[in-house]
């Protein structure tokens, strides 16, 4: 595992009782990839202060950066900010900026309670400013508390990953004419000795594919990758390598 | 939490890299709410073994039954047999069972060691025989170990489900006028009241929508149900309530 990797928390009962299909793990998925930064694990819990710290704590041991969705609104089923705090053993305080942004977004002089909640955040939280957004991110020691809503969450989320390092991968792959059980000697010898690369081994179940299994490659270093590449090549089953580009069918 | 919940681990490389959008975690999430058996998390973790250890350990505190998804092929990136084994403190053996159904279904006599692979369990496991299908689903302790491949994971999950005791839920919602933050006072003291029965708060951002939050009403008793939705009525700020059905826009 990577030690600059990044795990999301999807808090949402709304997706575990399939109310809604999640659209924000997938899309973080796809752009922290194209930032380079591994994605180590997806946590969708519901919204309950103890599912989430749980979850905080797991993510805690594997992550450098942590992205919450969803639970920060100002109802009764809003605990984000609670769970992060607990999970970090901090206090929940008030940010006066950030009621001070509230107060101006919604202008008015007075907060009620529940507005007031929405500057809640853990102590010693810091805010990430959203271009084109009235309100920042909240951030408290590497983790990111973003909203569920998508549009709002796809927004933050440009202005948290321009603040990571950028390190694209390199991805190549092998497509196979023989099945995943005629291969698979060869490839373990292969990924024992390169475990610092990605090796990944997906079987096609369409009767009618033009190859049986896709093999994929990965690493941060291009030179890595393509010695896997080369060691697969020799070592793999002779005849078995179809192609390294996704083989088209004919007519 | 329920004691009888469900809670799904899907073991994907693919899906954390963005190779493909899981399809099996919101089939699962849709499946066993028509069923009635709440779905209380969803892990999506690696082809590692510690990490799914890990995600079934969290699991098994909180979940009756776990299913998972993928990583039970012949290759070095299928790990989850030997991850639940160590889980749960079981060896690993073969079963002669599965042995003899590689073998009828191959038509081999002999099978490789790769294909050996594919008939290993934790001890004790037992299978859940699948009209239809060739190969049965191993279970053990209650996990349910399924294919990745959306097809298969599809036909076994039915056979997991047939196992499983079926209670259905009720869902009610109100359609609001009101932001979330003018009924936060009161939809929290409702739902501090009734905190055996499922309230779900959700806002709209559509400038456009013809109402402003959605708030559903979820529990086994439709009549606890229908006493939440009265009690609600009640309580809410004075004609917030728009209807219980999804208003439609004009023309």
Chains 1, 2 share one sequence.
């Not at 900010?81 to 305080?93: D, F, I, N, T």
């Not at 101006?104 to 929405?118: C, H, K, N, S």
């Not at 390092?165 to 000795?193: G, K, M, N, W, Y």
């Not at 990605?198 to 393509?226: F, M, N, Q, W």
Request: glycine share 6%.
């Amino acid at each position: 595992m990577a030690t600059d990797s990044a795990c999301a928390i999807i808090v949402g009962n709304e997706v575990l009782t399939a109310k809604i299909a999640d659209a924000n793990g997938p899309l973080l998925a796809r752009r922290l990839r194209a930032r380079g930064v591994p994605l180590c694990a997806v946590h969708t819990v519901p919204d309950d202060v103890d599912a989430i710290v749980e979850a905080l704590a797991l993510a805690r041991r594997r992550a450098r950066w942590i992205i919450t969705s969803g639970g920060i609104g100002p109802t009764h089923d809003d605990v984000t900010v609670r769970a992060v705090a607990l999970a970090l053993g901090r206090r929940v305080v008030r940010l006066p900026e950030m009621e001070a942004l509230i107060r101006d977004t919604w202008q008015v002089t007075e907060l009620t309670p529940a507005a007031l909640r929405l500057a809640e955040a853990p102590e010693g939280a810091t805010l990430v400013g959203v271009p084109g957004a009235h309100f920042p991110v909240l951030c408290c020691d590497g983790i990111f508390m973003l909203p569920g809503v998508p549009k709002y969450f796809a927004l933050q989320l440009e202005a948290v990953l321009a603040t990571l390092p950028l390190e694209p991968l390199t991805l190549r792959c092998l497509f196979l004419s023989a099945h995943e059980h005629e291969i698979a000697q060869a490839l373990d010898a292969v990924a024992l000795e390169n475990a610092h690369v990605a090796i990944g081994s997906y079987p096609v179940v369409e009767p009618d594919a033009c190859y049986r299994v896709k093999l994929t490659i990965e690493h941060v270093s291009a030179d890595e990758v393509a010695k896997v590449l080369e060691r697969l090549k020799k070592e793999l089953p002779e005849g078995s390598v179809i192609s390294e580009e996704e083989p088209k069918r004919a007519g």
